[in-house]
Structures are given as structure tokens and as C-alpha cells.
């Protein structure tokens, strides 16, 4: 069974990096798929933040394009997020998953994380 | 790229069916049959239902059925039940290898 666990701080000072980290067990990373975050501000509904493919590639939201990094951890059990400059709107819960795909195309999750709640202080 | 549009809340009776909509466009849930459906309770991992427009995912009992006509989607679930009672989105993609979520939608059961 596919386990996605993330991991980092619950609380992030504004102007700062927000890192978390998400734990793959029971699939390799390095088998295949897509790999990506989702968030949830508080309220308010699900957000794509971005994906990596198991080789490397990058794809970020337009929006968040400038501040965002999606790495995937040598050992390929475990792939990261980085977001910079963070203000109160970054607040809430962030997501790791799994991603289905066709050739060219993405298919829709299959595997998510528990979320880790982050809130972001002034 | 805005969000997908569900309803913000509905209800139903034990038994009774109740139909989730998630309305998109011509660039995202019209353009390709790749809308998913979550099911999220508190304090647990999402858990997908209905992926491909229509296809149960492993291990969802059959009362849960997905469809799509034009730029909406819809998740419908017969013979409600309490353990029904949880919080619904929708996924499609949107091209350029992004995903567009929709707004979720919490279903009670009454």
C-alpha cells in the first residue's frame, strides 16, 4: 500500500522559506509517476502548488511560479517543497500526493498525504 | 485559471441520493474525461472515488457513481449513508500538466 507522509514546520515566519518534506514508502519513487503538492488556506477550497515527474521535471502554478521549488530527494523515497517569501495568505493545510498520468497528460491523484498544517506568523 | 465551481453544502436523508456538480470550462473538465473525486474526512488522507470521469476506484462500494456532460462534472451517491457524511472535491485537468481543484463541497447527512 502506498504511504505519503509529510513532514516540516507547523509555523513560519513571514518573508521566510516554508520547506516540508513527504515521505513515500511502499512505492519507489524512482518506478514512475508524478509527484506533487496541493494546499488548503483555511475555509476555502484545494490549490495545485506544483508536480515533479519521477525524472526530474518541474511543473509549478503560474501564481507561485517565482517563489516555488519541487525537488525530489536522492534516496527517491522522499521529494520536498520550497516557498519562499511566505505572507499569511500561504497559511494552510499542505498536501503531498501521487499523481496518475497519461502520455502527455495528468490523470488526477491516487495517493495523498494526511496534510500538514502550516501557519505563517507576522 | 479559477477554481473548478461545487456547491458549498449538500444534504440528504439516509437511503436518499444526492448529486455534487463541479462546473469548469471548455479548457479543463470539457476538454478532457480526466475528472477525479476525493472524499476527505477530518484528520485523514483524502481518498479518491471516482477518477476518469466515471471509473470506482479500488475498494468504492457501487453507490458511488461519477459523469460529465459539457464543462460540468457530478458525483452522485445512492442509499446514502451516515459514513457518507464527509467533505467532496473535484479534479480535472487543465493542460500544461497543471490540475484545477474545485471549491469542495461538504456533504451532511441528515
Known amino acids: 500500500q502506498v504511504h505519503l507522509q509529510e513532514s516540516g514546520p507547523g509555523l513560519v515566519k513571514a518573508s521566510e522559506t516554508l520547506s516540508l518534506m513527504c515521505s513515500v514508502s511502499?512505492?519507489?519513487?524512482?518506478?514512475?509517476?508524478?509527484w506533487g503538492w496541493i494546499r488548503q488556506p483555511p475555509g476555502k477550497g484545494l490549490e495545485w502548488i506544483g508536480t515533479?515527474?519521477?525524472?526530474?521535471?518541474?511543473y509549478y502554478n503560474v501564481s507561485l511560479v517565482s517563489r516555488v521549488s519541487i525537488s525530489l530527494d536522492t534516496s527517491m523515497t522522499q521529494f520536498s517543497l520550497r516557498l519562499s517569501s511566505v505572507t499569511a495568505a500561504d497559511t494552510g493545510v499542505y498536501f503531498c500526493a501521487r499523481i496518475r498520468h497519461a502520455v502527455t497528460t495528468l490523470r488526477g491523484i491516487d495517493y495523498w498525504g494526511q496534510g500538514a498544517p502550516v501557519t505563517v506568523s507576522s | 485559471q479559477s477554481a473548478l465551481t461545487q456547491p458549498r453544502s449538500v444534504s440528504g436523508s439516509p437511503g436518499q441520493s444526492v448529486t455534487i456538480s463541479c462546473t469548469g470550462t471548455s479548457s479543463d473538465v470539457g476538454a478532457y474525461n480526466y475528472v477525479s473525486w476525493y472524499q476527505h474526512h477530518p484528520g485523514k488522507a483524502p481518498k479518491l472515488m471516482i477518477y476518469?470521469?466515471?471509473v470506482r476506484a479500488s475498494g468504492v462500494p457501487d453507490r458511488f457513481s461519477g459523469s460529465k456532460s459539457g464543462n460540468t462534472a457530478s458525483l452522485t451517491i445512492s442509499g446514502l449513508q451516515a459514513e457518507d457524511e464527509a467533505y467532496y472535491s473535484c479534479?480535472?485537468?487543465?493542460?500544461?500538466?497543471?490540475?484545477?481543484f474545485g471549491g469542495g463541497t461538504t456533504l451532511t447527512v441528515l
Open positions: 515533479i515527474y519521477y525524472r526530474g521535471t518541474t
Open positions: 476518469d470521469v466515471s
Open positions: 511502499g512505492f519507489s519513487i524512482s518506478s514512475g509517476y508524478y
Open positions: 479534479s480535472s485537468y487543465a493542460g500544461s500538466y497543471t490540475l484545477l
